[in-house]
């Protein structure tokens, strides 16, 4: 049996977990750290937290079972059109305002912290419903997040039905397949709707971020939570920086940006626009 996580070892694998993906644990989260640590070590047969930690630190596949850990540790709560009314906001309120003024046709949309997909197709269909009909405009949506497992579910696009219930009826008929045999408890992605979007890993901690023109809407929904204010100043910046002209940043109903970046203006249900 794996003895209680000490004080001591706590703080090694916060600071760790801190310095690799910026996710900061409280104290408060020493139980949860536990139980996720003492699960991946059981897995490896490891029966104390130095052993674990030395592993991680100096074995040759120290780095992929880092990303391991990350996958355990990270909370992937979402839903399809979760925060509704702030979708709702984007559909009729943003991205017309982005249509009317953009000269290049071209839109870019990022969701940051996608976990398994909900929310970048969520975005895919207003923007189809939106936009799809118009052959001239060249529309690509990046679904990123930290956790390869779920990156793995987003990239195969299937979901159980009881997953899909927050989806409107006539998204549900026009983007999904309903799945046969042993798939019959699945909506299925379709190729259409898929066409937009590009699932990667991307750890906030990573130098630089991979655009290569400036973006129209982020998307960075519960996901500042589980940084410090420190590195959550940072991030905002990072966005600000990779904005376009009067850009938007969608963030969770629960966040704010209050005392962090006074560069951006809420226009409604937690979203921002770039200011200046």
Request: some cysteine; proline content about 2%.
């Amino acid at each position: 049996m794996i003895s209680p996580l000490s004080k001591t070892e706590f703080e090694l694998f916060r600071q760790l977990i801190k310095k690799y993906s910026g996710i900061s644990f409280s104290d408060r989260h020493l139980a949860t750290l536990q139980r996720k640590l003492s699960s991946r070590m059981n897995q490896l047969g490891l029966d104390s937290y130095r052993a674990y930690h030395r592993y991680l630190l100096n074995n040759k596949d120290g780095r992929l079972e880092l990303r391991q850990l990350i996958n355990k540790i990270t909370i992937d709560q979402t839903a399809f059109f979760r925060h509704k009314r702030q979708f709702e906001h984007v559909a009729n309120i943003v991205l017309p305002q982005i249509a009317a003024h953009k000269i290049t046709k071209k839109l870019r949309i990022w969701s940051a912290g996608c976990a398994t997909g909900e929310e970048a197709y969520s975005i895919a269909m207003i923007v189809d419903d939106a936009l799809g009909s118009q052959d001239d405009w060249d529309i690509k949506i990046l679904g990123t997040d930290i956790d390869t497992d779920a990156l793995k579910v987003a990239y195969n696009g299937s979901y159980p039905k009881r997953d899909t219930e927050g989806i409107p009826t006539e998204y549900l008929k026009g983007y999904f397949m309903a799945g046969e045999g042993k798939d019959k408890e699945l909506y299925i992605v379709n190729e259409l709707l898929k066409r937009n979007i590009i699932f990667r890993r991307l750890n906030f901690m990573s130098a630089e971020f991979p655009f290569k023109s400036p973006v129209d809407i982020i998307f960075c929904r519960n996901v500042m939570i589980y940084f410090d204010s420190q590195f959550k100043k940072k991030l905002i910046a990072s966005f600000y920086r990779l904005l376009d002209t009067d850009g938007f940043l969608c963030i969770g109903a629960s966040e704010s940006l209050i005392g962090v970046d006074n560069r951006f203006a809420l226009v409604g249900h937690s979203t921002y626009q770039k200011q200046g």
